[in-house]
């Protein structure tokens, strides 16, 4: 992917159009985890959430912060599920 670093003419840059669209990618799939995750009584740090989508779709963070085995397994599970949505559900899938 080329990144631009020129200005459009509304003045955003356009360099921080990729960036912005990281942020919400990230932020869309952590609010999803932890709305998934309260409706089953189970609160989860937000910090720790966010790191670890980052981490798994190569995106660097400033404050990352190293999340737990189960906040990991949570999130592959997730990206999993909205990434490979069209794919058969296979034993693998399920069990790995």
């Known amino acids: 992917m080329k990144v631009f670093n ?3 003419n509304s003045g955003v840059k356009v360099s921080n159009l990729f ?3 990281e942020f919400n990618t990230k932020n869309g799939i ?3 985890i932890l709305a998934s995750s309260a409706i089953e009584g189970i609160i ?3 910090s ?3 790191s670890s989508i980052a981490r798994k779709l190569g995106i660097k963070v ?3 912060k190293a999340p737990t085995h189960y906040i990991g ?3 592959e599970m997730m990206l999993d599920a909205t990434v490979n949505y069209l794919d058969p559900l296979s034993e693998k ?3 790995s």
């Open 19 to 21: 960036v912005d669209k």
């Open 30 to 32: 952590a609010n999803d």
């Open 62 to 64: 400033a404050d990352e």
């Open 44 to 46: 989860l740090d937000l």
């Open 93 to 95: 899938r399920l069990f």
């Open 6 to 8: 020129s200005t459009s």
């Open 48 to 50: 720790e959430v966010r």
């Open 73 to 75: 397994g949570i999130v």
